[in-house]
């Protein structure tokens, strides 16, 4: 079946502009998560969803970075006034069970560049 | 929090060599981890888990309780092996830590 895709899959943006990510997860998983690969660096974790609800947010960069998820399949990943810092391939995976110490299946990612 | 750590960032090994990569674990608690692998211009996808016990593209990882370790092994390194590597633990409080990553090299 089809796997996590991501949207756009390239974004150019300026410097104070807003821009909104989207996942779409494997069709049933519950779980789904985002994350930043910054040039150079690993994985940073940025939020968790199971169903709709994100229990902890606290990973997020800042309070310009907001999640969310609707009936618990799409998600958006909303950064606002976007600073250069933010350029990163932005990661979105999900997961089939509800325990979460499965495994995470990712999508393609997205490459921001804030000019 | 649960963390890994992957000491080295860059391996370089010749074709036909054994290859080790390293995961250290410092938490207690039940060690479910986990090996990622992302090839080039590929996603990110799960090598093995500790859980399965699996043998996968001829590489094992064995977990050390003793060395907290959870190492990445496979004892002759081919091309195609030449990715970037990702040791994680499991999830902590509804956070994930990744290791920072090991870049494998196999030269010809």
């Known amino acids: 079946g089809a796997g996590v895709s991501q949207s756009p899959s390239n974004k150019v943006t300026e410097k104070g502009k807003d821009v909104e990510l989207r996942c779409d997860p494997i069709s049933g998983h519950t779980a789904l998560y985002w994350y930043r690969q910054s040039l150079g660096q690993g994985l940073e974790f940025l939020i968790y969803f199971q169903g709709n609800s994100a229990p902890d947010k606290s990973g997020l960069p800042s309070d310009r970075f907001s999640a969310e998820r609707t009936g618990g399949s799409v998600s958006t990943l909303t950064i606002q006034r976007t600073q250069q810092e933010d350029s990163a391939v932005y990661l979105c995976?999900?997961?089939?069970?509800?325990?979460?110490?499965?495994?995470?299946?990712f999508g393609p990612g997205t490459r921001l560049l804030v000019l | 929090a649960q963390r890994v750590t992957q000491p080295e960032k860059l391996l370089s090994v010749f074709k036909g060599a054994p290859v080790e990569l390293k995961c250290n674990y410092s938490y207690s608690g039940s060690p479910e981890l986990f090996w990622y692998v992302q090839y080039s211009r590929q996603r990110l996808q799960l090598l093995l888990r500790?859980?399965s016990r699996e043998s996968i593209k001829g590489f094992t990882a064995d977990l050390n309780k003793g060395e907290t370790s959870f190492h990445l092994k496979k004892p002759f390194a081919q091309e195609e092996d030449s990715a970037m590597y990702y040791c994680?633990?499991?999830?902590?409080?509804?956070?994930?830590?990744f290791g920072s990553g090991t870049k494998l090299n196999v030269k010809p």
């Open positions: 500790h859980i």
């Open positions: 995976a999900s997961s089939g069970a509800r325990d979460i110490q499965e495994t995470q299946y």
């Open positions: 994680a633990p499991p999830p902590n409080f509804n956070k994930f830590y």
